[in-house]
């Protein structure tokens, strides 16, 4: 699970490092060894920069927290370098476009058993092919890229249209979220965007840290146990502003008359908003006031035009 975003350098450096000519990647000629890391993304691109300098491949690669090492090996621990991780972040233009390098990052953010091997074999092919393979469909590890930036894409865009936010006392609105993948680091842009003139904190519950914005910037911080936010149903009222069961109940009233009961597709409504999001919906809470349509339709009166035939109604 990522605690950082992805490595940064300056625009000239970037480009440098896009325009430099393409170089072939070193033999991997030494027996190949266990390799294990931190658990960020910098701690991955930090131990592909030491496959190449160990001329090593990697049996495996592992987070320290899940290392299960053999009997005679262990593991070789890599320390998490910035800028071997830059370099080599840098490096993989020489050999993709950005949007195939982005996939990467996603590959790795999805959380996948196998997405340390998968994001070497898929930058060593790459490497190795001197050019962008990313259309190269015969190969396995380009469709298993494929498929999970696309797996990613989509729990991006539904977390973007599916957090609902609480206000609290102090004036801070939050939200608890449960995803597939871990897409806050993909979603920060968009909230500090569109919700740059108010403080709020979007937490993942099932991986205990969130995103906090001051008004200021976005940062990651991350939670205890004991002090980290819970679903909706446990947050307690009196944390709470004393106008949130208002608005919860005028969001809830909003949907229900926006909803059309005759085009009613709960199979449809549940594949674009699957079950596993709605206990952090408000309007699918259970509604502290019964459905009543609202009556503002103008009678028609007996001799009189129809509304919306031959223009506007007189009157």
Do not use: C
Not at 136 to 151: C, E, G, I, T
Not at 248 to 269: G, T
């Amino acid at each position: 699970m990522s605690r950082s975003l992805i490595p940064r350098r300056s625009a000239t450096e970037a480009v440098a490092a896009a325009t430099t000519r393409h170089r072939a990647a070193p033999e991997l000629t030494q027996p190949p060894l266990d390799y294990a890391y931190d658990g960020s993304f910098e701690g991955l691109l930090s131990v592909l920069f030491q496959v190449y300098d160990r001329k090593a491949a990697p049996n495996s690669i592992q987070p320290l927290g899940a290392v299960q090492g053999g009997l005679f090996a262990q593991p070789v621990e890599v320390d998490t370098d910035e800028a071997a991780a830059a370099r080599v972040w840098d490096g993989l233009l020489r050999y993709m476009d950005k949007e195939a390098r982005t996939r990467l990052f996603h590959v790795f953010l999805s959380e996948d058993a196998n997405r340390e091997l998968l994001v070497f074999r898929y930058a060593d092919t790459a490497m190795r092919a001197g050019r962008d393979i990313a259309e190269n469909y015969s190969d396995d590890n380009v469709r298993r890229v494929q498929r999970l930036a696309q797996q990613m894409y989509r729990e991006k865009h539904r977390m973007e249209a599916f957090v609902r936010f609480e206000k609290t006392a102090d004036g801070l609105f939050h939200a608890t979220i449960e995803p597939d993948f871990d897409v806050l680091p993909l979603i920060a842009p968009h909230f500090t965007k569109r919700y740059a003139d108010q403080r709020w904190l979007i937490f993942d519950r099932r991986r205990s840290y969130g995103l906090y914005y001051d008004l200021h910037r976005t940062d990651i911080v991350q939670f205890d146990a004991d002090t980290a936010p819970q679903r909706r149903a446990a947050v307690s009222a009196t944390v709470l502003d004393e106008r949130e069961p208002l608005f919860q109940v005028l969001w809830q009233a909003y949907f229900d008359h926006v909803n059309i009961p005759e085009r009613k597709n709960m199979k449809l409504h549940r594949r674009h908003m699957p079950l596993r999001y709605w206990k952090y919906l408000s309007e699918k809470q259970p509604r502290e006031r019964p459905f009543q349509p609202i009556n503002n339709k103008r009678p028609v009166q007996p001799g009189g035009p129809a509304l919306g035939a031959g223009g506007q109604a007189s009157g």
